[in-house]
Nanobody
Framework: QFVESGGGLVQPGGSLRLSCTASGGSLEHWTLGWFRQAPGKGHEGVSCLSRDGLSTYYADSVKGRFTISRDVARNAVYLHMNNLKPEDTGVYYC??????????????????????????WGQGTQVTVSS
């Protein structure tokens, strides 16, 4: 089970760091990702990290502004968000897939590009970018 935190209200141009922790086992070799859902829209893949940590995927809208990272010791995954824009507003969720035999980079990209394949989401954390 994934638990997200760190959201809030921030002005355009501001920064936030979202955190996601999991219970029940290590995330060290999991494919992990952050997703968001804007009001009235479906889930969008924001950033995903391959299980070997060597590949990252970012939606075009966040490239250069967001960074995904993993802390194995804390069993956590983070999303560092800089230069936030009003269009970044939404509920942010993290999710993960356990280790498998798929090529790690392809799995991460597929995870982010096909969020509609996921059948459950956590509570998420609200991010609101507004002046």
């Amino acid at each position: 089970q994934f638990v997200e935190s760190g959201g809030g209200l921030v002005q355009p141009g501001g920064s936030l760091r979202l955190s996601c922790t999991a219970s029940g086992g290590s995330l060290e070799h999991w494919t992990l990702g952050w997703f968001r859902q804007a009001p009235g829209k479906g889930h969008e893949g924001v950033s995903c990290l391959s299980r070997d940590g060597l590949s990252t995927y970012y939606a075009d809208s966040v490239k250069g502004r967001f960074t995904i990272s993993r802390d194995v010791a804390r069993n956590a995954v983070y999303l560092h968000m800089n230069n936030l824009k009003p269009e970044d507003t939404g509920v942010y969720y993290c999710a993960g897939d356990p280790p498998d035999f798929m090529e790690p980079g392809m799995h991460a990209q597929g995870m982010c590009e096909m969020p509609n394949l996921r059948d459950s989401w956590g509570q998420g954390t609200q991010v609101t970018v507004s002046s």
